[in-house]
């Protein structure tokens, strides 16, 4: 069984950087040939899809976010991160990883989510 948990600060300062980390068990992100992406959804509005990084290690960027956004990942300790600069308050919502399946074309292991909010 695959699972994704999501950690976050919670509350970040605007103008601050925001790091994402999310623990894989059960798979290991370099299998072939998963994508394992960050998604978020603002608070009243639907799912953003923010980036991914690839079982290879590339990683490709929503281009509304792309020049803030940056995902990276130890495959140590199977873990893959989101770092998000500049931050505003529209950048407050509810941040996902999830294993995109080439195989099934879908998103098929989601974590549970994490709430982060940007405030003064």
């Known amino acids: 069984q695959v699972q994704l948990q999501e950690s976050a600060p919670g509350l970040v300062k605007p103008s601050q950087s925001l790091s994402l980390t999310c623990a894989v068990s059960?798979?290991?992100?370099?299998?072939?040939?998963?994508?394992w992406s960050w998604i978020r959804q603002p608070p009243g509005k639907g799912l953003e899809w923010v980036g991914y990084?690839?079982?290879?290690?590339?990683?490709y960027y929503s281009p509304s976010l792309r020049s803030r956004t940056s995902i990276s990942r130890d495959t140590s300790n199977n873990q893959v991160f989101l770092q998000l600069s500049s931050v505003t308050p529209e950048d407050t919502a509810v941040y996902y990883c999830?294993?995109?399946?080439?195989?099934?074309?879908?998103?098929?292991?989601w974590g549970q989510g994490t709430q982060v909010t940007v405030s003064s």
């Open positions: 059960g798979d290991s992100i370099t299998t072939n040939y998963y994508y």
């Open positions: 999830a294993r995109y399946s080439t195989a099934v074309q879908l998103f098929d292991y």
């Open positions: 990084i690839s079982y290879s290690g590339s990683s």
